[in-house]
């Protein structure tokens, strides 16, 4: 297995790890709701979980029903 002769400095590692950068979220508003969320991500208004502006799940109770 190859291992390097020398030592790398520190100059070279930073170099190398330029590319590394954080990247902030990426926010959109769903045209259904009016509401922001994350891109790609299911999210919850009043009891019902979009997906791309179609209701996922409806967790909101049923007129009539007892407890």
């Known amino acids: 297995m190859p291992n390097p002769k020398r030592r790398h400095s520190q100059q070279r590692g930073a170099k ?15 045209s259904v709701t009016g509401e922001s969320h994350l891109r790609h991500r299911a999210h919850w208004v009043e009891d019902k979980l979009y ?9 909101a109770p049923v007129e009539g029903e007892k407890k």
Do not use: P, S
Request: glycine share 4%; net charge positive; no cysteine.
């Open 51 to 59: 997906y791309r502006g179609k209701v996922v799940v409806d967790n």
């Open 16 to 30: 190398r790890r330029t590319h590394y950068k954080a990247e902030a979220e990426t926010w959109t508003v769903d």
